[in-house]
């Protein structure tokens, strides 16, 4: 008489094999598959987002998690040369909202006994809405992240096939080889709408209170290297398992100069669409850079084209005059 022996090592080798999701435009690797599925579904979302905004998308990209990069078999996905952009992420989206605030918690209680600390951490973690932030808190960024692979990989393709610490400093960008503000308006023009809104609100709210003085010229604001470049900020983000993680404290100067410049360069998105009623005008721009040419170039090839007038300074007057009346939310805040 036979017996069948269950053979528990079969499961181990189960788990070995990262868990993958297809999207239109490349695959996703995560150690659990409902993971891999989220990241393909917020992928998708933003390549629809970035084809309305640019040009559809041709090659590739690779989304995965660095825990799934560490699962045997995910090094050779990762290898894989199928993909013009790769970007590391969270397999527990939380884990940067739960570390935030346990910085904040361990900021506010320093010099406490960590028993006392650590009971705070507890409670402020215990305190949080459940299925909210806590497990949003993370992922609410990767659609602007992909924004950015996105911008880089369709209009310099092989720039992201450069060493790593070229690519910093290649051409002395933030990003890549656009303009900074162009390299950050496709990522800001892929966020979600609750974030989108955000910063909508925050713009009205800058133009109307103290931080207006913070506000850039549009000259300016089209050539300016990105804020946190002036300073050590980006000397100071330390990639872990290859995500950079970077906690903002809002009253830093420089936080604060990038939240204008993100304010603004949303506003500048939505002022360049209402105007030219091209809902790809960005896409138009970042084609106009791959040649060579810088916004003031674009304006005068097209100001004819869409009524606009052809230089800088008589824009910003243009721009200035949409700009967003006060929030009812922040003139009683006022
Ligand atoms: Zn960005």
């Known amino acids: 008489m036979k017996c069948l022996i269950l053979i ?8 070995s094999e990262p868990q993958t999701a297809e999207f239109s435009a490349g695959q ?59 970007l590391p992420w969270f397999e527990d989206a939380s884990k940067i909202f739960r570390s935030a605030v346990e910085e904040q918690v361990r ?18 973690l215990a305190s949080q809405p459940k299925g909210s932030a806590v497990s949003k808190g993370g992922d609410i960024a990767l659609g602007h992240e992909i924004g950015h692979m996105l911008l880089i990989s369709t ?8 060493p790593a610490d070229q690519e910093r400093s290649g051409g002395g960008h933030y990003g890549g080889p656009a303009s900074d503000w162009l390299d950050e308006a496709a990522a800001i023009a892929m966020e979600g709408d609750a974030l989108t809104e955000s910063r909508r609100k ?39 398992d290859g995500v950079a993680v970077k906690r903002l404290d809002s009253n ?6 990038q939240g204008v410049f993100y304010a603004q360069i949303r506003n500048l998105i939505d002022f360049l669409e209402t105007k030219t009623k091209n809902p790809k005008v960005l896409g138009e ?6 040649a060579g040419k810088g916004f003031e170039d674009w ?19 243009e721009w200035k005059v949409a700009w967003p009346a006060p929030s009812t939310e922040s003139a009683t805040k006022a």
């Open 107 to 124: 900021k506010q209680l320093q010099g406490q006994p960590e028993s006392v600390i650590q009971s705070a951490i507890d409670k402020a």
């Open 155 to 162: 209009y310099w393709p092989g720039h992201l096939d450069r």
């Open 252 to 257: 830093d100067p420089t936080v604060k100069r």
């Open 28 to 86: 996703t690797m995560a150690v659990s598959k409902e993971r891999a599925d989220q990241l393909a579904e917020i992928s998708r979302t933003t390549i629809l987002a970035f084809e309305k905004k640019f040009k559809p998308v041709t090659k590739k990209g690779l989304v995965y998690t660095t825990d799934a990069a560490k699962v045997e078999g995910g090094q050779s996905i990762l290898a894989s040369k199928d993909f013009a952009w790769k």
């Open 202 to 240: 925050q713009f009205a709210k800058i133009v109307h209170g103290p931080d207006k003085t913070l506000v850039w010229s549009l000259a300016e604001l089209v050539t300016m290297k990105h804020p946190a470049l002036s300073t050590k900020m980006m000397e100071d983000v330390k990639p872990k």
């Open 8 to 15: 528990p090592a079969l499961l181990s080798v189960a788990v």
């Open 285 to 290: 721009i970042a084609e106009n850079e791959a």
């Open 299 to 317: 304006l005068k090839a097209n100001a004819a084209k869409y009524t606009l007038p052809a230089n800088l300074s008589a824009l910003e007057k």
